[in-house]
Nanobody, 122 residues
Framework: QVQLVESGGGLVQAGGSLRLSCAASERTVRSYAMGWFRQAPGKEREFVAA????????DYADSVKGRFTISGENAKNTEYLQMNSLKPEDTAVYYCAADFKGDSYIPSWDSWGQGTQVIVSS
């Protein structure tokens, strides 16, 4: 199984910015889509953003539209999440995910990272 490693989390004040990165351990297996999810304390994991090279689109949760930007390099199996205008409610563990099967235009997230903590102080 391909491993994903996130980096870039940390502590930031409200209104600040952070950039998360995710890299896959394998470059010989191409991903069809990569995404970001987050889980706040006491809450379920939720979708944040995704980039699909199979479908040629990006997608965002309504709560982050206009503030977060997802990008990536398909050939390198890497993705990034630029987070601007951060709010305390963005505090969570952020997880990278990838679809290496590409069976559908709807990604099946078959690989996950260990997560990186983002804390936004008010």
């Amino acid at each position: 199984q391909v491993q994903l490693v996130e980096s870039g989390g940390g502590l930031v004040q409200a209104g600040g910015s952070l950039r998360l990165s995710c890299a896959a351990s394998e470059r010989t297996v191409r991903s069809y889509a990569m995404g970001w999810f987050r889980q706040a304390p006491g809450k379920e994991r939720e979708f944040v953003a995704a980039i699909s090279w199979k479908a040629g689109i990006t997608d965002y949760a309504d709560s982050v539209k206009g503030r977060f930007t997802i990008s990536g390099e398909n050939a390198k199996n890497t993705e990034y999440l630029q987070m601007n205008s951060l709010k305390p409610e963005d505090t969570a563990v952020y997880y990278c995910a990838a679809d290496f099967k590409g069976d559908s235009y709807i990604p099946s997230w078959d690989s996950w990272g260990q997560g990186t903590q983002v804390i936004v102080s008010s």
